[in-house]
């Protein structure tokens, strides 16, 4: 498996609660990537990072923050829960993006809001 | 605006039988287009890919067939055995189309022993 972990790998927040993932890789990928996970939407993207402090919106960023302070770590923020972003989160990286080359997702994190 | 639509949603098929998955873009920049195969609980990962260059690309049990002109690719699992059960996601990537993938909405595999 591609040196991917993300953290937590589970949790359950309140409404209108700050909540914050990590993904952590140890394969000096240039892209990291955050997707969404929901039954009968497949894989969104929320936000994806194309070097250290350089980010850009997907598909569903409302609500959504991310940071990449360090080549192996991208965290993404919630800033304030809501229940309709209860959901698995994945990370992914990717040695150069959308270019002929393989994505490779970490285990997922199940964040539930109550 | 789905970029990549995929086909069925869910498939159930006997042992031995061969399911087929499809999905279609619109975007003629994407020149990659990967399947991913998720079980339970975990990450996808990459099953198979190919390029338009090609309208063929097999790997063990797995076969992907692309038609350039209709825009269309699709993967067929020869033999299917039980652990082949789970969740395909086609997706689509190019040059000029963003540093990013663009995938199905998935199609949930069952294969009946």
């Known amino acids: 498996d591609a040196g991917i972990t993300q953290s937590p790998r589970h949790k359950v927040t309140e409404t209108g609660t700050p909540v914050t993932l990590r993904c952590h890789q140890t394969?000096?990928?240039?892209?990291m990537y955050w997707y969404r996970q929901d039954p009968g939407h497949g894989l969104r993207l929320i936000h994806y990072?194309?070097?250290?402090?350089?980010?850009d919106k997907g598909e569903v960023s409302d609500g959504y923050s991310v940071s990449r302070s360090k080549t192996e770590d991208f965290l993404l923020t919630l800033e304030s829960a809501t229940s309709s972003q209860t959901s698995v989160y994945f990370c992914?990286?990717?040695?150069?993006?959308?270019?002929?080359?393989?994505?490779?997702f970490g285990q997922g994190t199940r964040l539930t809001v109550v | 605006q789905q970029q990549v639509k995929q086909s069925p949603q869910s498939l159930i098929v006997q042992k031995g039988g061969i399911p087929i998955i499809n999905c279609a873009y619109e975007?003629?920049?994407?020149?990659?287009f990967p399947w991913y195969q998720q079980f339970p609980g975990k990450g996808p990962a990459l099953l198979i890919a190919?390029?338009?260059?090609?309208s063929e690309k097999k790997e063990g049990r797995f076969t992907i067939s692309f038609n350039k002109s209709a825009k269309q690719f699709s993967l067929h699992i020869m033999d299917s055995q039980p652990g082949d059960s789970a969740t395909y996601f086609c997706?689509?990537?190019?040059?000029?189309?963003?540093?990013?993938?663009?995938f199905g909405t998935g199609t949930s595999l069952t294969v009946i022993p």
């Open positions: 992914a990286i990717s040695h150069r993006g959308g270019l002929n080359t393989e994505a490779f």
């Open positions: 394969e000096n990928h240039r892209y």
């Open positions: 990072s194309y070097g250290v402090k350089d980010t």
């Open positions: 975007n003629t920049a994407f020149d990659y």
């Open positions: 190919i390029r338009p260059d090609v």
């Open positions: 997706a689509a990537s190019g040059m000029n189309t963003g540093n990013q993938f663009y």
